[in-house]
């Protein structure tokens, strides 16, 4: 099983970045998938989660209305499109199938970074 995580990188106030997972080794389409987030010294955070199907999506307080989480079945991936990004964003992002579940898996990261 991989999650691939891409896309992060530095961006500046107001900025905007999509980070992809590209995932392998299960069935994807039947897999909730997620994305998290953590600062250092802060608690992980679930940022936005979507269905299998991905007809519906969850998103946090904190970003609702500025992320929006998609994904292609085709092509075993699940995006995530950060818009008016602020510095309180900046975090190590996490691709997630499965939530916290028994066959739950997470990728290696993607750091963002959003500062002038």
């Known amino acids: 099983v991989q999650l691939v995580e891409s896309g992060g990188g530095l961006v500046q106030p107001g900025g905007s970045l999509r980070l992809s997972c590209a995932a392998s080794g299960f069935t994807f389409s039947t897999y909730i998938m997620s994305w998290h987030r953590r600062t250092p010294g802060k608690e992980r955070e679930l940022v936005a989660t979507i269905s299998n199907g991905g007809g519906h999506s969850n998103y946090a307080d904190s970003v609702k209305g500025r992320f929006t989480i998609s994904r292609d079945n085709a092509k075993n991936t699940v995006y995530l499109q950060m818009n008016s990004l602020q510095p309180e964003d900046t975090a190590m992002y996490y691709c997630?199938?499965?939530?916290?579940?028994?066959?739950?898996?997470w990728g290696q990261g993607t750091q963002v970074t959003v500062s002038s």
């Open positions: 997630n199938a499965g939530l916290y579940g028994p066959r739950a898996y």
